[in-house]
């Protein structure tokens, strides 16, 4: 997601800076883990889809390899949508195994790629360097907009925190709940850029949610009705399917008795999602593509299987998991490059554990107690997929993570508030962690799972 977007704002640059008429030749550097891993992660096809003006939003993924496709047949991009010109793949698109970070940058991220335009006589028309941060979220290298941006979004906002100490107090102080304090700040966010198109603050972020919701539901059903094998070479057999239909033979044949049964469920929506998430279909980073099961499978859950599950738990359990993502998000990391997998499916079962006991009634401080226990028995885990392939270990992780969640949730609402680890300590260990880890645990398939199953 991260390089596709960064690809289609290099090329929408191109067409508003006007310099697109001038460009004959595109070429793409891959920098770190998006070298190491980008064919296994799809990369290659996210810069071509990227260039041609696509976006992970809107793109139809239905449309996604029937587009790559054309560009490789007919050895032309169509650069912004605007321009078509020769696209050689092989020689515009390069993986710099090498080198950890682009030449020159300012930022030192393991996610870096490089665009460089050029003009008939091959001299360069634009360069620009962007980093894939996590979860989607692109940055260029050297940009002070984004800074500026994110202070401006700061000082719109009515209850601004940056630590969950801060979060805690400013709800406390204001008698809100987590969830509450979120939606005002969401609210304030929609009247401040317009997003709501002339309706309520209120009902725009209520349907925004609902719309992620109704997504992931979709990705959910398509996993699960979907079988087959996974592409990309290590024949990973689709199971999300199998184990539903199983599930739903004892449920129709009326065998009951397993008190764990629920848990089972879980374990399908989870798979379900990231089986899709391997096979290019459309996922919610939540907070990533790589973690985007265990969200969705912890907000099935309460759907279906906690007594007096609403829609109103739902709103609320989104967006407290959303004020746990936002703490994540700025004073750690999100990326599993950049601090292993406790980065990504740890933070999203902290994210999950949290919104569920929002979602059920817990308290504030229940809701930070279940993101903290969450973490802290994710600690340490490393980004070693086999392959660079988004598959072995991601999807059962996925399920792992989702059922830890529910765990940590139910722990929390049966303790009280009190508790020795806070969640700012927990957070900040597991970036200490994932910056003490050795590069070759960290999305670049080079140590770990990723070594030994191809040495056995």
Known sequence: MGPMRAAAM????????????????VQAELYGSLALTGLGHATDRAVLLGLSG????????EAIASTVAAIREARRI????VKAIGFEEERDVRFERGTMFPPGARMQHPNGVRFRALD?????????????????????????????????????????FHSAAELMQTARAH?????????ENECALVRDDERGGGRAPVAAVREGIDRIWRTMKECMERGIATEGTLPGGLNVRRRAHGLAERLRKKEATGLVGDPLAPLDWVTVYAMAVNEENAAGGRVVTAPTNGAAGVVPAVARYYERFVPGADHEGMLRYFLASAAIGILYKENASISGAEVGCQGEVGVACSMAAGGLTA???????QVEHAAEIAMEHNLGMTCDPIGGLVQIPCIERNAMGAVKAVQASRIAMNETEEHKVSLDQVIRTMYQTGLDMQSRYKETSLAGLALNVIEC
């Open 359 to 365: 979602a059920i009634g817990g308290s504030n401080g």
């Open 175 to 183: 008698e809100l709940a987590i969830s509450q304090l979120m939606l």
């Open 78 to 81: 169509g650069l912004g949508g």
């Open 10 to 25: 290099f090329a929408r640059g191109l067409v508003e800076r006007g310099l697109i008429d001038r460009v004959e030749r």
């Open 120 to 160: 008939a006589q091959g001299e360069t028309v634009e360069e620009r360097t962007y980093f894939s941060v996590g979860g989607g979220f692109v940055v260029e290298d050297g940009a002070e907009a984004e800074k500026k941006s994110q202070s401006e979004r700061q000082a719109a906002i009515p209850f601004p």
């Open 54 to 61: 696509h976006e992970p939003a809107t793109i139809d993924p």
